[in-house]
């Protein structure tokens, strides 16, 4: 039976199957704490059972079977116990590694065994709700599954983080995005999305990137910014009421405010443009920005001071965006594109923007960043054929989960972290 079972069973016997998660032990009475991946419970044994020899032997991590009978009892953990009535080794774990106090680096070290903590367990149950949810959002609203592929021969956020792979031959590249070949998927399927892994080779060593991480991205025809602004807004809110309908005891354990969490998911949450939110830095935070460059991540958390949910920016300015974000015919030196920062400083949850249908714009663009046109040929013919104006979004999967568990680091919110500074275990 799973542990978390336990509670319902009070005054019958049962079965559970786990690891000695905590060991306390006197002469005649022994105290284990077992974990399986519902909960943990306390379990005792005195010497006058026949298996306190059995018990006496168990390390921290050994595996075992457990029957005994469920008791209410304050003192224990989680306010219930099993007094023992059996107990059956399967595997004597040897000294396990990881005690109190250990280095951060030591945990990403034992990254495969860390995993068993309850406090990463925690995480990846809530990172499990986050992706079902993705999924469930989309489906729900007629959007097709639409895999890309991961092999791409061209960028499409900028040449400085592109991971260049050996192909037969040749090289490509590890996909930084979908959007591109998304952008084909939108004139026959309509509405598309997807998770999937995208790769950067980020040379920051902050706790907000990863080298391996998976965006969730949608692309939809002829939706403009504000109606695709409005679908992120949507998304992120019922991503965050599906984890509360599903993770409170998670998101207690990691220390998350829950109460907090509802609150947001009720509030509307609100858009402002690049050059308000210039004005707020300047107003609020005396920080003065010129106009025209890009905010840093310094610059976002000091604007998100002054939000206590996630808020959208548009308009950035056209010069330093991606080549695809087009030029706002009534503002011409901003694009139409946005951003959706997190609150508490846990920075850029989306980026996305309604997509450049002219082909003299996007060549212009191409060129200017040092690629040339012809590669992007299969692209630019997405505009020669039935054009039509389209949007779309990338979310920050491991960004998201991070927040909305209170994470230290992106690095829990994944199970095997690829950073700059680590590709192992
Ligand atoms: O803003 P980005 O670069 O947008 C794109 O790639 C678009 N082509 C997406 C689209 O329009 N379909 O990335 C989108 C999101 C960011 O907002 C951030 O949450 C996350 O992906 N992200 C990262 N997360 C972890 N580590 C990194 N190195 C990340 N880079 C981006
Ligand atoms: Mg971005």
Sequence with gaps: MDIDKVPKSVGKTLEIKGWVWRKRESKDIIFLVIRDSSDVVQCTITDRHKDFKKAKKLTIESSVIIKGRVAKDKRAPTGYEIKISKLEPVHIAERFPITKDKSTEFLLDTRHLWLRSRYLTAAMKVRHTVIGAIHKFFRDRGYYEFDPPIFQPIQCEGGATLFEVKYFDDVTYLTQSWQLYAEAAVFALEKVYDVAPTFRAERSKTTRHLAEFWMAEMEAAWMDLKEVTEVAKDEVRFIIKEVLKHN????????????????????????ITYT???EILEKKEKLRIPWGKDLRTLEEDKLMKHFDTPVVVTHYPKEIMAFYKPRDPKKPKTALCFDMLAPEGYGELVGGSQRDTDIDELIKSLKKMGESPKGYEWYLDLRRFGSVTHSGYGLGVERLVAWLCKLESIKDSIPFPRTMMRFRP
Aim: glycine share 4%; no cysteine.
């Design 248 to 271: 409170k005891k998670e998101l207690s354990l990691l220390g998350q405010d829950i109460k907090k969490l509802e609150r947001i998911a009720r509030k509307p949450f609100p858009t």
């Design 276 to 278: 308000k939110a210039l």
